[in-house]
Antibody, heavy 121, light 107 residues
Framework: DVKLLESGGGLVQPGGSLRLSCEGSGFTSSSYGMGWVRQAPGKGLEWVSSISASGATPFYADSVKGRFTISRDSSKNMLFLHMNNLTAEDAAVYYC??????????????WGQGTQVTVSS | DIQMTQSPSSLSASVGDRVTITCRAS??????LAWFQQKPGKAPKSLIY???GLQSGAPSKFSGSGSGTDFTLTISSLQPEDFATYYCQQYDTFPHTFGQGTKLEIK
């Protein structure tokens, strides 16, 4: 069974940094793209970032470009999201998701349970 | 960016009903459209891909259709566990934008 487990969320001050991790199991990480989606309290889903199966090509939402960095360690089935210069607008539950295939033009098929990020002084 | 607009934003229905939710893209997306179900406090679940493909593990009561810019999700014979919020998402062009969601409530 495919499983995704996020960690690293928590309380951070405005302007601070945080690194989210997502550990995958039940699939060969290097064969699939991966991504992050967030959901602010009471709001809808927002795509944040995706990365190709090789890890060579990242994509970002304009709202996080220049502040967030997505990366992966396929040898350990790990996905990361490094978040810098956090603001209140970044507070959300962050979901890790697996892409259905090697190409980036494919949908998410499996999701983690999410990790909460709170930005407050 | 491609804008995804769902209608209605909320919908009341009864157990046993058949319902349809619409998603419209601001430009053609080559049928690269997915549908997700989310229950309160839970992660989204994938239902439909490529506009009409049923995701592995998704019940056959869920079906998708459409092409170009207009797409629909149909849920047949509603059961209590189907009452949730549904989202569409295009993955044709980055950013892979979501619709605003449709909340399906029990009448």
């Amino acid at each position: 069974d495919v499983k995704l487990l996020e960690s690293g969320g928590g309380l951070v001050q405005p302007g601070g940094s945080l690194r989210l991790s997502c550990e995958g199991s039940g699939f060969t990480s290097s064969s699939y793209g991966m991504g992050w989606v967030r959901q602010a309290p009471g709001k809808g889903l927002e795509w944040v970032s995706s990365i190709s199966a090789s890890g060579a090509t990242p994509f970002y939402a304009d709202s996080v470009k220049g502040r967030f960095t997505i990366s992966r360690d396929s040898s350990k089935n790990m996905l990361f999201l490094h978040m810098n210069n956090l603001t209140a607008e970044d507070a959300a539950v962050y979901y890790c998701a697996k892409v259905m295939g090697i190409a980036v033009r494919r949908p998410f098929d499996y999701w983690g349970q999410g990790t909460q990020v709170t930005v407050s002084s | 960016d491609i804008q995804m607009t769902q209608s209605p934003s909320s919908l009341s229905a009864s157990v046993g009903d058949r319902v349809t939710i619409t998603c419209r893209a601001s430009q053609g997306i080559n049928n690269y459209l997915a549908w997700f179900q989310q229950k309160p406090g839970k992660a989204p679940k994938s239902l439909i891909y490529d506009a009409s493909g049923l995701q592995s593990g998704a019940p056959s009561k869920f079906s998708g259709s459409g092409s170009g810019t207009d797409f629909t999700l149909t849920i047949s014979s509603l059961q209590p566990e189907d009452f949730a919020t549904y989202y569409c998402q295009q993955y044709d062009t980055f950013p892979h934008t979501f619709g605003q969601g449709t909340k399906l409530e029990i009448k």
